[in-house]
C-alpha cells in the first residue's frame, strides 16, 4: 500500500461521514504519489498526516433575533487549516448545506490554491448553516454581528483573514467588519472583499470569472487556439459566473447558457449581459425572468432535469466553464462535453467536477483546468487586496487586473511545468497539485514539528 492510500484509508477511518472532505483528498493524494516516489523527505516529516488534519477547527453557536422578535439558532464554524506559507486565508458561506465536511473540502483545497498563486496564504475556510435567502436587511446584520461576535477573537491581519463566499457579499463584509472594528478597537486588513471606498480593491467582484477566462486561454495558447468566435457554456449565474460570461464577450467569445438553483437558461444567440446583470445583480430573481424577456432564449426548469446528468453539459461547445458548486459535472456529463466536441473546461466552480469526470477529461488530453488552478483569480485579487491595506495605497482597475493576469499566467506556467516534469504535458491536475503541494510541505519542514 503507497504512502498516501495509507494516509487516506486512515482519514477515512477518522472521519467516516466526510465525503467531500474525502473526495478533495483523494484528488490531491492519487496526483502525489509521483513526488512522493521521487522525493521520500514527505515520509520521513509525516507531511501528508499533518497537510490533512487541520491546525484548528473552530466551531461555535450563534444566537440572533429575527424580525419577529424571536431567538434563532445557527452553527457557526471557521477551518484553519494550515498557516505555513502566511495567514489563513479562505471565504466564508452562509447557505444551509454548510457543515464541518464542506468547509473541510474547501478549506483543503484552499491550502494549494493559494500557494499557486505565489503569494504569502495559508489555507482556511469558515461559514454558517444560515440561509440568507428571504432575510431582511436587519435579520442580515443581526446576524452577521452575532457571527462576528463569537469569531473576531480567532482572526486578524496576520492571523487569519476570511472573505466572502456564497451568501456572503459586499453587504455582509460590511457588517462584519463593522462589529469586528467594534469589538477588537482596530482598523486593519482582517476582512477582504471590502466595499472600495473603506479599503477594497478593485476588481475583486470580477475576480475569479476573469481569472478562470484568463487561465483557459493559457492553456489554449500553448496549443495555438484561442477564445475568439467560439461558442462557450457556463453554469452558475452569481459572482463568477456573470464575469466569466463578461470576460469571455471581451475576447470574442459567444457564451450561451447559465444557471441557478431554479434551472437553466440556453440563448443560442449569446448571452444578454445587461438583462442577466439585472436580473441577479438588482431584482435577485429567477432565470426564468431571462427567458421571458428574451425570445432567443430557453427555460430548463431544474424539475426536468435528467436524474444522472445536467442538460447544460449536453449543449455543444468548444470550451465549458462550470462556475457553480461541487460536482456539478459527472461522468455522464463530462461524456456528453467530450462527444459534442468540448476541447477546454476551466473550473469557476471549487471541485465542480466529480473524480470520474476529471477522469474523463485529463485521458482525453483536453485542456482542462482544475478549481484550485483556474479558480484561484479570486483569492490572487483578495492577496493584493491585503496589500494594499497594508501599504495604506490603492491601485487602479488596470494595475490590478494586469497583475490578476500576470498571476494566472503563473499559476498556468507553475502547473504545466510541473506536469512535464513528469511526463505528463497536458496533466494540469497532476501539475497544479504538486506544485501547489511542493511549497507548503517545504515550509511545514523547515518550521519543524
Known sequence: MS???????????????????????????????????KDSKYQKHSILERIVIPEREIHFRVTWIDDKGKVQVNRGYRIQFNSAIGP?????????????????????????????????????KGGSDFDPKGKSDGEIMRFCQAFMTELFRHIGANTDVPAGDIGVGGREIGYFFGQYKKLANQFDGVLTGKALHWGGSLVRTEATGYGC??????????????????????????????YTIEKLQQFGAKPVSASDSKGMIYDESGIKLDILKEIKEIRRGSLEEYANEVKSAKYTSIKDYPKDSNPLWAIPCFAAFPSATENEINENDAKALLKNGCQCVSEGANMPSTIEAAHQFINAKICY????????????????????NASMHPWSFEVVDKKLHQIMESIFNSASQTAKEFGEPTNLVLGANIAGFRKVASAMIDQGI
Open 3 to 37: 504512502y498516501s492510500h495509507q494516509v487516506l484509508t486512515k482519514l477515512k477511518e477518522q472521519y467516516p461521514v466526510q465525503k467531500l472532505f474525502h473526495q478533495a483528498v483523494e484528488e490531491v493524494l492519487e496526483s502525489l504519489d509521483l513526488e512522493f516516489k
Open 88 to 124: 489563513y486565508k479562505g471565504g466564508l458561506r452562509f447557505h444551509p448545506s454548510v457543515n464541518a465536511d464542506v468547509l473541510k473540502f474547501l478549506g483543503f483545497e484552499q491550502i494549494f490554491k493559494n500557494s499557486l498563486t505565489t503569494l504569502a496564504m495559508g489555507g482556511g
Open 213 to 242: 477566462v484568463y487561465f483557459a486561454q493559457e492553456m489554449l495558447k500553448e496549443r495555438n487556439q484561442s477564445l475568439e468566435g467560439k461558442t462557450c457554456l457556463v453554469s452558475g449565474s452569481g459572482n463568477v459566473a456573470i
Open 369 to 388: 483546468g482544475p478549481g484550485k488552478a483556474a479558480n484561484a483569480g479570486g483569492v490572487a485579487v483578495s492577496g493584493l487586496e491585503m496589500a494594499q
